[in-house]
T-cell receptor, first 113, second 109 residues
């Protein structure tokens, strides 16, 4: 069984440029999460989807961040425009109703210069 | 929100030594997971353990939900065990996983 797949693995962009991250969750997992991990810290939730509905986006900076989950499967997270402080690792995870725990992807390491 | 505290923050071990990592949490939980983040940043799920005891090879974990703590045991440590160990919990009501700050483990040969 394939795990949670994320791309790209690394991204370097100049500030004020847009950037997008893609996530393909484990097949059958109805819940999808985007987390952000700053250096030396634990991951923090940005947004949670139940199927195609965003049910918790209170921590998503909505002025520059947006996300979507088409047909309740793949998801994209976008930042426009990026700021220096957005440099972090962006992690996607999925779960099946929370009954078996979360599985994380390899993450996208974003560097904004 | 729920508070998750991990100790110790840093740990250096000689290869072959045993260790115990602790996670305290401030509220009732319906999910607790231990993760290992390797030097390449990958978060590997070690245990899904909201209560009870589980073992997987040299690793074992125990969660005492009534006393709000969990322990991760690493026996006969190897250099490949190095990395950051995170405890994360989900409270009743299905709030998403909240992570502790992690324990950074370095195993030296």
């Amino acid at each position: 069984e394939a795990g949670v797949v994320q791309s790209p693995r690394y991204k370097i962009i100049e500030k004020k440029q847009p950037v997008a991250f893609w996530c393909n969750p484990i097949s059958g997992h109805n819940t999808l999460y985007w987390y952000r991990q700053n250096l030396g810290q634990g991951p923090e939730l940005l947004i949670r989807y139940e199927n195609e509905e965003a049910v918790d986006d209170s921590q998503l900076p909505k002025d520059r961040f947006s996300a979507e989950r088409l047909k309740g499967v793949d998801s994209t997270l976008k930042i426009q425009p990026a700021e220096l402080g957005d440099s972090a690792v962006y992690l996607c995870a999925s779960s099946f109703g929370g009954q078996t725990g979360y599985t994380f992807g390899s993450g996208t390491r974003l560097t904004v210069v | 929100g729920i508070q998750v505290e991990q100790s110790p923050p840093d740990l250096i071990l000689q290869e072959g030594a045993n260790s115990t990592l602790r996670c305290n949490f401030s509220d009732s939980v319906n999910n607790l997971q231990w993760f290992h983040q390797n030097p390449w940043g990958q978060l590997i799920n070690l245990f899904y353990i909201p209560s009870g005891t589980k073992q997987n090879g040299r690793l074992s974990a125990t969660t005492v939900a009534t006393e709000r703590y969990s322990l991760l045991y690493i026996s006969s440590s190897q250099t490949t065990d190095s990395g950051v160990y995170f405890c994360a919990v989900e409270t009743i009501g299905n709030t998403p996983l909240v992570f502790g700050k992690g324990t950074r483990l370095s195993v030296i040969a």
